[in-house]
């Protein structure tokens, strides 16, 4: 299971530290496309969300009492989350999916793991509630 946070990614299953890289490029690194092939233009940015501690505590201690293999991770995605950041105490929790395919018509997640995710969300939102 892998929880979201904001500053670190412990992406191996050893839990070393790894330096965090940016998750976004800028338009000047990209190779140059032909002329008049096409045209890169920013239609909008937005700063990384950052997921309270708190939350992120609770979920990753969710997955540790699960016995399920973890680690932390930046997600550099869209997601919902990054909106009620800005108005209530968020974190993430995901299931992986085979080759790292998400958010597409690709994607496949072993029912196990999606069993073993909906169990860690419900510890995490129990004790949340209390």
């Known amino acids: 299971m892998?929880?979201?946070s904001r500053s670190q990614s412990i992406c191996d299953t050893r839990?070393?530290?790894?330096?965090l890289h940016s998750n976004t490029t800028s338009a000047r690194s990209w190779p140059k496309a032909p002329?008049?092939?096409?045209?890169v233009r920013r239609l909008m940015q937005r700063t990384p969300t950052v997921f309270a501690d708190e939350v992120v505590s609770i979920v990753e201690a969710a997955v540790a009492?699960?016995?399920?293999?973890?680690?932390?991770?930046v997600s550099g995605a869209f997601h919902d989350a990054m909106h009620l950041?800005?108005?209530c105490p968020?974190?993430?929790?995901?299931?992986p999916s085979?080759?790292?395919i998400s958010h597409n018509a690709a994607e496949?997640?072993?029912?196990?793991d999606l069993i073993a995710g909906a169990r860690i969300l419900a510890a995490a939102l129990t004790e949340l509630a209390c």
Do not use: I, Q, Y
Request: neutral net charge.
């Open 108 to 112: 496949n997640t072993d029912e196990t």
């Open 2 to 4: 892998l929880t979201a």
């Open 85 to 87: 950041a800005d108005v």
């Open 35 to 39: 002329a008049g092939a096409a045209e």
């Open 65 to 73: 009492t699960s016995g399920e293999p973890s680690c932390r991770l």
């Open 98 to 100: 085979h080759r790292g």
């Open 15 to 19: 839990k070393k530290r790894a330096s």
């Open 90 to 95: 968020t974190g993430m929790l995901f299931v």
